[in-house]
């Protein structure tokens, strides 16, 4: 679990610093919001695909 939280930490700190420079004040937050709205979007993509298969089979 540690890992993946990891991994969407990396990530999220690549995605920032293609938008933001790393030396900005705010880097940390916003370093953090980017990896908030990752693990949103992986939770809603697992939540989906969980409900298309259960439509699916009924």
């Not at 540690?2 to 420079?21: D, E, H, K, P, Q």
């Not at 980017?34 to 089979?57: E, G, Q």
Request: aromatic share 4%.
């Amino acid at each position: 679990m540690s890992l993946l939280i990891r991994l969407l930490l990396v990530v999220a700190t690549a995605i920032t610093g293609v938008l933001v420079a790393a030396d900005a004040p705010g880097f940390a937050i916003i370093t953090g919001m980017v990896a908030v709205a990752l693990i949103a979007a992986v939770v809603l993509a697992l939540a989906l695909l969980s409900w298309l298969r259960n439509r699916d089979s009924v």
